[in-house]
C-alpha cells in the first residue's frame, strides 16, 4: 500500500475531456502538508488536515479566491523528519504546490523548512511553537507563524503556577528533541526570569511511550507540579503511571499534546490535568468558532469539535486571508503581504504581524480536564484543581 496519505478538497473544478482551453475553470490554487496522518501523533495531523479543508470547502463555496478553488495534498511524514524532507521535495516538485501549511511538529518543521525555503514555498501555520521559526534570523524568513510560542506557553504555565497556587518546586519532563527541547528551554527561560531553576528533569525517546526511567528522574525531585512537553500518548503515559505509583503533583502540559486524544488516552486517570491552548474553546460562543462549527459540520458532518481541527481551520482562513489581499496569487506576496499586515481580523480572532514579527498570535488559554473527562475552560489553576 502506498505509504503516502493523500487528502484534496478542491471543488467544482472538474472540466470536460473536449472543452476548449477557453471554457476550462482556472487551475485550483493547491496548498501542501506534510503531517503524521499514522503513528502516536497521528490525531494531530488528522485534525490539523480536517480544519485546513473544512476552511477551504468554505472558502470554495463563496467562490474561492480571485476566481480559483483551493486544494489541498496531504503527506503523510508519521511524525519524522526525514520523511518530512522527502514529503517537502514531492510537494514542490511531483505537486508544484503554491505553499505549504499546517505542518505537524517542531523536528518535522526544523528539517522541512530549509528544504521549502530553496525551493521558494511559503511555510504557512505550522502546528509547532518552536523559537527557532520565530527568533533566529535567515532561519525562518519564509515561514508564517498562526499560533503562539511554546514561550508564550510556557511562562503563562509558569506565571500561573506560582501565582494561582504558590507552587515553586517545579520539575521539566520532556521529549528528547527538537519539540522537547523548545519546551524544555521554554520552562528554564520562564523559571530564571524569577531566579529559579527546575528541581528535576526527566526525558524519553520521541515516537514511544517509553516514559518510566523519566519518571523516576523527575519524581527524585519531589516536585509540587510538573510541566510535561510531549505527544498524546507518552504524556498520557507518563502521568497514568506516575498516579499508578502514587506520584500526584500537579501536571500541565502544552498544546501541541493533542488534548483531545490526551483525555481520551488517560481516561480515569485525566481529571485534574492542565493543557495551555493557544485558540479558543472550540465550543464557545465566539464569532471564529461559530464559523468553524458551521464549516466542520459542512465539511465532515461526524467530526466532533477540538482543539487541533480549530487550529487547522484558522490556518486555513489563514491562508484564504492573506490570498485575498494579493491582487495576483504569488507567493512573494503572500508572504510580504502578512509581514506588512498590521492586523488580520479572523472573526474576532485577532492576528498581528510585522516587521521582524512572523507570529500572528500571542493568546494562551487555560483548559483542564474534568471528572467526566471534558475540558472546560478556566481563568486560573485553583479553579481546576481536583477536589
Request: charged share 20%; aromatic share 8%.
Amino acid at each position: 500500500m502506498n505509504r503516502f496519505l493523500l487528502g484534496a478538497c478542491a471543488f467544482g473544478f472538474a472540466a470536460g475531456a473536449l472543452a476548449s482551453e477557453d471554457d476550462r475553470p482556472p487551475t485550483p490554487i493547491l496548498f501542501g502538508q506534510s503531517a503524521a496522518l499514522s503513528g502516536p501523533a497521528q490525531d494531530l495531523g488528522i485534525n490539523m488536515r480536517l480544519g485546513i479543508k473544512a476552511a477551504f470547502q468554505e472558502a470554495n463555496a463563496r467562490g474561492g479566491v480571485h476566481g480559483r478553488q483551493l486544494a489541498l495534498v496531504s503527506l503523510d511524514d508519521a511524525y519524522e523528519p526525514e520523511r518530512a524532507i522527502a514529503n517537502t521535495r514531492l510537494l514542490a516538485q511531483d505537486h508544484d504546490v503554491f505553499a505549504l501549511i499546517g505542518a505537524v511538529g517542531t523536528p518535522t518543521s526544523n528539517a522541512a523548512v530549509p528544504v521549502a525555503a530553496d525551493a521558494g514555498l511559503p511555510y504557512v501555520a505550522p502546528f509547532t511553537g518552536a523559537a527557532f521559526l520565530r527568533e533566529t534570523p535567515g532561519r525562518g524568513d519564509n515561514v508564517i507563524n498562526l499560533r503562539a510560542s511554546y514561550n508564550d506557553e510556557t511562562e503563562a504555565m509558569v506565571a500561573h503556577l506560582l501565582g494561582d497556587l504558590g507552587i515553586e518546586r517545579i520539575a521539566v519532563m520532556y521529549q528528547d528533541d527538537s519539540f522537547g527541547r523548545a519546551g524544555h528551554n521554554g520552562v528554564i527561560k520562564a523559571l530564571r526570569k524569577r531566579d529559579m531553576a527546575p528541581v528535576a528533569v526527566g526525558v524519553y525517546e520521541r515516537n514511544t511511550t517509553a516514559v518510566k526511567t523519566g519518571l523516576l528522574d523527575v519524581r527524585g525531585g519531589d516536585p509540587g507540579a510538573v510541566i510535561v512537553v510531549g505527544a498524546y500518548e507518552p504524556v498520557a503515559a507518563f502521568i497514568s503511571w506516575a498516579r499508578r505509583i502514587g506520584f500526584d503533583p500537579v501536571f500541565i502540559t502544552i498544546s501541541f499534546v493533542g488534548s483531545n486524544a490526551l483525555a481520551r488516552e488517560l481516561g480515569g486517570a485525566g481529571e485534574g490535568v492542565f493543557v495551555t491552548q493557544v485558540v479558543p474553546f472550540p465550543s464557545s460562543d465566539e464569532p471564529v468558532v461559530a464559523a468553524y462549527a458551521r464549516a466542520l459540520k459542512a465539511a465532515a458532518p461526524e467530526a466532533k469539535p477540538s482543539f487541533v481541527s480549530l487550529e487547522g481551520y484558522l490556518a486555513g482562513r489563514l491562508g484564504v486571508a492573506a490570498l485575498e489581499r494579493c491582487a495576483e496569487v504569488k507567493r512573494s506576496c503572500l508572504l510580504s503581504g502578512l509581514r506588512e499586515a498590521q492586523r488580520i481580523d479572523l472573526d474576532g480572532f485577532q492576528l498581528s504581524f510585522g516587521d521582524g514579527d512572523n507570529q500572528g498570535s500571542d493568546q494562551v488559554f487555560l483548559t483542564v480536564i474534568d471528572a467526566a473527562g471534558r475540558y472546560r475552560p478556566i481563568s486560573t489553576l485553583r479553579g481546576g484543581m481536583r477536589r
